[in-house]
């Protein structure tokens, strides 16, 4: 059974970066796409990124408008984590964010996906 773990979360000032961070342990990254989802209070799940199983050899990534160019995804098979580079955030990136695995689904739906961490806070604040 895979197990998601995030960490990285924390308190940045507006325009500042953090890196999330998504382990994965007793399966391989390598058999899952993987997507990175945020709920703020009184919102909806929305999907942010997603990165499909064989993006080391020309797989697809994509995101959600309101984070293109500012967030980049990546996978380092070696530690079995993929990543969520977040720079410029802006205070509306303050959520709870999560990273899903699915073995056949990918994109931005949250319901397309079976396996989920707990999730690490973002906050955004001067």
């Known amino acids: 059974q895979l197990q998601l773990a995030e960490s990285g979360g924390g308190l940045v000032q507006p325009g500042g970066s953090l890196r999330l961070s998504c382990t994965a342990s007793?399966?391989?990254?390598?058999?899952?796409?993987i997507g990175w989802f945020r709920q703020a209070p009184g919102k909806e799940r929305e999907g942010v990124s997603y990165?499909?199983?064989?993006?080391?050899?020309?797989?697809?990534?994509d995101y959600a408008a309101s984070v293109k160019g500012r967030f980049t995804v990546s996978r380092d098979v070696a530690n079995n984590t993929v990543y969520l580079q977040m720079n410029n955030l802006k205070p509306e990136d303050t959520a709870f964010y999560y990273c899903?695995?699915?073995?056949?689904?990918?994109?931005?739906?949250?319901?397309?996906?079976?396996?989920w961490g707990h999730g690490t806070q973002v906050t955004v604040s001067s």
């Open positions: 899903a695995a699915d073995t056949f689904n990918s994109g931005l739906n949250s319901r397309d996906y079976y396996y």
């Open positions: 007793q399966r391989s990254i390598i058999y899952y796409n």
């Open positions: 990165s499909s199983e064989n993006i080391s050899s020309g797989g697809t990534t």
